[in-house]
């Protein structure tokens, strides 16, 4: 447990202020931290099974540091976020108006608000409970590789619909067919994963999607290729698992 807070305390930044405090972190350390009370165990052979992991996007991002030449950030700035012409500070890993930054949320007499406080220091990323709910100062996620982004649902619809289009700004359709392409284990079981997105069904039509969440915040993004139709939706309350909420609201057009 307290190897866990040691990480997640350099996983996240905290605005003071304004300004932003930083806590000391390099993606190595989180990685090096996390990694070594696990050497010498390996539990499967390579594509026995498939499983999403954040420190394995850690891990890319390093690679695509090194390959690039250039910052994690300064790479997907050049090559999304710049091709998406967002307006100023919409889409970025850096909070441009902290005033117009919506807060995030957490319910107060919750397990989880409980499990919070073995994890992270409350009085230092939490501020006090608005009725039901406990708000989250403005924070960084450290590691901007496994979820730094920072926009507007506006933006992300932008970029949806850029991985809809045939050979879009973003990704020609040779590499987006590898992108939508669902992994299967050596003994040719579906996972229901492709590169980084996830894939199903709803009322008969397939779907690629990627949910995110955490402290305060919890989002959806989905692609529907045969509908050429993409949906987003975003909460400012915490989410940790994948609630599959567009099935509730995607339903009315698929």
Request: hydrophobic letters at 35%; aromatic letters at 14%.
């Amino acid at each position: 447990m307290v190897q866990a807070e040691r990480i997640l305390d350099r996983l996240l930044r905290t605005d003071k202020t304004p300004s932003v405090h930083y806590v000391h972190f390099t993606s190595e350390n989180v990685i090096y931290e996390y990694s070594k009370g696990f050497a010498n165990r390996v539990k499967t052979k390579p594509n026995e099974k498939f499983l999403y992991s954040n420190l394995g996007y850690v891990l890319l991002g390093q690679l695509i540091e090194k390959i690039s030449g250039k910052s994690y950030e300064q790479f997907v700035t050049d090559n999304i976020i710049n091709k998406l012409a967002p307006e100023p500070g919409e889409l970025a890993f850096t909070i441009k108006d902290f005033s117009n930054h919506v807060t995030g949320y957490q319910k107060n007499w919750t397990f989880m608000n409980l499990l919070l406080g073995f994890f992270l220091d409350k009085s230092k990323f939490m501020d006090k409970a608005q009725g039901k709910w406990k708000p989250f100062k403005a924070f960084y996620i450290n590691g901007s590789s496994y979820g730094g982004l920072i926009g507007t649902a506006h933006n992300f619809r932008k970029y949806v619909q850029q991985l809809l289009e045939r050979n879009s700004l973003l990704i020609n359709d040779e590499y987006r067919k590898l992108l939508f392409t669902e992994n299967h284990t050596n003994d040719n079981r579906a996972t229901a994963m492709c590169l980084s997105w996830f894939c199903g069904e709803l009322s008969g039509k397939k779907y690629f999607a990627h949910p995110g969440g955490g402290g305060g915040y919890y989002c959806e993004l989905r692609l529907y290729p045969e509908l050429n139709r993409g949906s987003v939706i975003m909460f400012n309350r915490t989410g940790i698992s994948n609630e599959k909420f567009l099935d509730k609201v995607d339903k009315y057009f698929v």
